[in-house]
């Protein structure tokens, strides 16, 4: 159940052809050339022969994992850390753009693969493993600065680790709570110590130090998820889902996408409504940092989104939020949505019929910030979230979940 840290380990296993059969003879060929340029370790002309195959089977889960595994494979061989380099004055720009030069280059194996992960998120739905690693990096990291915890307390707590990971639950369980009366801060110890009851299947034990781990760490999703977990197990499923849609206003998570529709299906009287649309275009933002590029050679329709994120730059900060509050667009993604619903008002594109709903309801934003989510609108989203919580759980209740019909259960 843990995912304690951002532990990239893949491993590349070569696409197989024959589990992947439907794909026409160009792309089986393309993947055989993958395989080669892989096992050489020339990773980014393998990567680059995925690609092309991704181009024409966007939606091929395997691929996508292949795709990532390379790039992660490139960035485990080639990623140098950042040297020391002094610059004697801040006035030196020479110096400052050779750092920045040098800083390109030493860096560009780990965004090509941090990138690769998050067009493997973006690009395929309920992609949770994908999704998870964008969270932990980008977001997590930041949230879950732990307060110094006292040395007593992470000497107990690190012996508990090593009598978890040995599956000696009830010795993990005591170093876990001498850990947390040697400090209560210890937000880790509480969650572990709940991790250690759901493993022994104490489901109600555990649930009890998720909601403390909760309270203590509001930003963060894994003791939401836990705690859904917990309540899952213990049968109590509608409480369980109560707890899954309050994670959609802490993070929207693929995986959690993938709980709920679970969770509903037990239950039988609801289904998940998620309408997923697959963009060709990376999320508009005003500066690049991450180093994103469109993966797509054809965006089709999407080519309007990315235009009327060129063109909106100005109008938005680094967060993609409106500098000018009279903007009737605040956030820069419902900008982009916008236009581009409004260039294809004459084209057939029946997938952005649901979209087309939501505007006229006016709920295009929870949709395109919750359903649609990527962790480049991450501000943007908790900006909305945190200002408009009924509406978000309003659209959560009433068109996320829907209630099921006659012609659902004959499926």
């Not at 991790?195 to 930003?219: L, N, Q, W």
């Amino acid at each position: 159940m843990k995912f304690k840290s951002l532990t990239l380990v893949f491993l590349i296993i070569g696409f197989s052809i024959s589990a992947d059969a439907q794909l026409d003879k160009t792309s089986q060929k393309n993947i055989k050339k993958a395989n080669k340029y892989s096992k050489k370790k020339k990773y980014e002309e393998s990567a680059n022969y995925v690609k092309a195959v991704l181009q024409i089977n966007p939606l091929n889960e395997k691929l996508w994992k292949y795709y990532q595994d390379i790039w992660y494979k490139n960035y485990e061989e080639n990623y140098k850390p950042m040297p020391n380099f002094t610059i004697e004055s801040e006035n030196d720009s020479l110096a400052i753009l050779l750092r920045k030069a040098v800083m390109y280059v030493m860096e560009k194996p780990k965004w090509d693969y941090l990138n690769a992960v998050n067009d493997a998120s973006m690009y395929s739905p309920y992609n949770a493993e994908s999704s998870i690693i964008m969270r932990n990096y980008y977001i997590d990291r930041k949230l879950d600065m732990q307060a110094k915890v006292n040395g007593k307390s992470m000497a107990y707590f690190e012996k508990a680790e090593g009598e978890f990971s040995a599956k000696n639950y009830e010795r993990a369980i005591g170093y876990y709570q001498k850990a947390i009366e040697e400090d209560s801060t210890n937000y880790k110890a509480v969650l572990y110590l709940g991790d250690s009851y759901y493993a022994m299947e104490y489901y109600g034990k555990a649930a009890e130090y998720f909601r403390k781990a909760m309270e203590m760490r509001p930003g963060l999703l894994e003791p939401v998820k836990y705690l859904a977990d917990a309540l899952d197990n213990k049968g109590e499923k509608e409480q369980a889902l109560d707890v899954l849609k309050q994670s959609l206003l802490i993070y929207p998570e693929e995986g959690m996408f993938i709980k709920i529709y679970n969770v509903l299906e037990d239950i039988g009287t609801s289904k998940l409504d998620r309408n997923w649309v697959l963009r060709k275009a990376t999320i508009a933002k005003t500066v690049n940092e991450s180093r994103r590029e469109n993966f797509f050679e054809d965006m089709t329709y999407f080519s309007f989104y990315d235009a009327a994120g060129e063109e909106a730059k100005e109008s938005y900060d680094t967060n993609g939020i409106a500098i000018n509050a009279s903007n009737p667009n605040q956030y820069l993604e419902v900008h982009c949505w916008k236009k581009m619903l409004e260039n294809t008002k004459p084209e057939d594109t029946p997938e952005l019929d649901y979209a087309r709903e939501m505007e006229e309801k006016g709920l295009l934003t929870p949709y395109v910030l919750i359903n649609l989510f990527n962790v480049d609108l991450y501000s943007q989203y908790k900006h909305y979230v945190t200002n408009n919580k009924s509406t978000v759980e309003r659209y959560i209740n009433d068109y996320l979940i829907v209630q099921r019909t006659d012609s659902d259960d004959e499926d």
